[in-house]
C-alpha cells in the first residue's frame, strides 16, 4: 500500500468520523425550533428523555469508532503494514459507522412517534435535510434530490478540489 493510499483512507475516515459527530448533534436541540413546534410538555419531557439516551450512546459509538479508527492508522503507519490487517480493521471502521446509521434512523423514528403528524411535517420543513425533508448533497443527502449543493460548494468555489479557478488540485508527492 502506498503512502498516498494510506493518506488517502485516513483522511476520508477521518472526515467521516467528524462528519457523525456533527450530525449525532441532530436537529431538536434548538431550543428556538422547539418552541416553534408547539411541543407539550409531555412531549417535551419525552423528546429529552429520547435526546440524552441518544446522547449517551452516540457518545459510545463514536468513541469506539475513534479507537478503530486510531488502530487503522496505527497499522497504516507501520513501515510494511498489514493489509489484510488493514481490511479487518476498515471492515470494523466500516461496522461502526453502519452501527451509528442505524441508531440514528431508529432515534429519528422515535421522536416520529412523538410528534404529530403536524409537528413532524412543520419539523421536516424547518430541519430540512436534518430530519427528512428536502436534502441537497451539500447535506448528504442522496444525489439528485433536494435543490442540490450549498452556495460555495462545488467545482469553482473556494475550497472545492475539482476544477476551479485555481485549476485542479497538485498531485501528492510521491514517495
Known amino acids: 500500500m502506498t503512502k498516498t493510499t494510506r493518506n488517502v483512507l485516513i483522511a476520508g475516515t477521518l472526515a467521516l468520523a467528524a462528519a457523525l459527530a456533527a450530525a449525532a448533534a441532530g436537529p431538536l436541540r434548538n431550543p428556538e425550533a422547539l418552541r416553534d413546534l408547539g411541543l407539550s ?4 419531557q419525552k423528546l429529552s428523555d429520547l435526546r440524552y439516551a441518544h446522547r449517551a450512546k452516540m457518545i459510545e459509538e463514536r468513541a469506539a469508532l475513534e479507537k478503530k479508527t ?4 496505527r497499522e497504516l503507519d507501520k513501515e510494511n503494514p498489514d493489509g489484510a490487517a488493514a481490511l479487518r480493521l476498515v471492515d470494523e471502521v466500516s461496522a461502526l459507522r453502519a452501527r451509528m446509521a442505524r441508531e440514528r434512523l431508529a ?13 413532524w411535517a412543520k419539523a421536516r420543513e424547518t430541519f430540512r435535510g436534518e430530519w427528512g425533508g428536502r436534502r441537497g448533497r451539500g447535506r448528504g443527502g442522496l444525489r439528485g434530490e433536494g435543490p ?4 460555495g460548494f462545488g467545482p469553482g468555489s473556494p475550497g472545492c478540489r475539482g476544477q476551479g479557478p485555481a485549476g485542479p488540485p497538485e498531485p501528492p508527492p510521491e514517495p
Open 41 to 44: 410538555p409531555e412531549q417535551s
Open 70 to 73: 486510531l488502530e487503522l492508522k
Open 107 to 119: 432515534h429519528q423514528l422515535e421522536v416520529r412517534k412523538i410528534l404529530t403528524p403536524e409537528q
Open 148 to 151: 442540490g449543493p450549498r452556495p
